[in-house]
């Protein structure tokens, strides 16, 4: 039952507990999918690994060791327990570049998500519930917007305001903002025509109030799920413009710039890129089993 209809009390009780046990309902089919348990964990690895960088990394990241430069995995002949994934070519541990790189990778992510979140859902809202020239304008733009290439368009304003973690995140969350505003938009035109807003209506509720209060949490699952998949997505393009120079700056560690420095040492210390490609991978990968297993836990149609 949509959010926001009205019902006598005696059912209104009832309707109260229909939250509960839909959520009961959603985390039961989650839980029971092992590709969503696998993703979940992983991410889970790389989330506390990121959070507790500084305690978990066993070395800085930044500390340079010339005598134990391009020291191959621990496994590998003439490697050193000191290093388990090895040196690079000044002798910095990869695992703790790693892992100081997640870091950065999620930050981007998570706060370049939030920024299209905000916009994209604002937008959305307005187009799909006034209507009219509004819902031309913020439409057209929308239009004009996935014309261009996302990463080429990325590439474009950070080569030209400079590269910093702020301005890569303000560019990747104003570059994805669109597939929100007509996701919600399409939800919101559908919506807007549905008993309980017309009921809303009748008793004086004003426009604010029903969209904030009826009309938004209706849209609440697609919001999420999108979301989810939208930080993978993140994290990629972080990944390839740190790759190209243009990414997060030198100061910090990330994924795409231990790529692209290994790349001429790939014949002589194939590690070099292959275990941040691989925590890209693992990572990327576990968010998007998250996020499709989440997509079909909140449809009810997906048994």
Known sequence: MAVGTLAPPDVAAAQAREPVAERSRVWRKFVRNPAAITGALILLVVVGAAVAAPWVAPHSPARQSLIRR?????????????????????????????????????IVGVAAVAVSLVVGVALGLLSGFVGGRVDVVVMTVVDVTLSFPQLLLALAFVAALGPSMVTIIVVLGLTGWER??????????????????????????????????HVLPNTFSSIIVMSTLQVAQAILQEAALSFLGVGSGTAYPTWGQMIALGRDFVSIAWWLPTFPGLAILATVLAINLVGDRLRDALDPRVT
């Open 70 to 106: 391009f020291t191959p995995p621990v496994w590998a002949a003439g490697g050193h327990s000191a290093h388990w994934l090895g040196t690079d070519q000044v002798g910095r541990d990869i695992l703790s570049r790693i892992i100081h790189g997640a870091r950065i990778s999620l």
């Open 180 to 213: 929100y505003a007509r996701v919600v938009r399409a939800e919101v035109l559908a919506l807007r025509e549905k008993d309980f807003v017309e009921a809303a209506r009748a008793m004086g509720v004003t426009s604010t109030r029903i969209v904030m209060r």
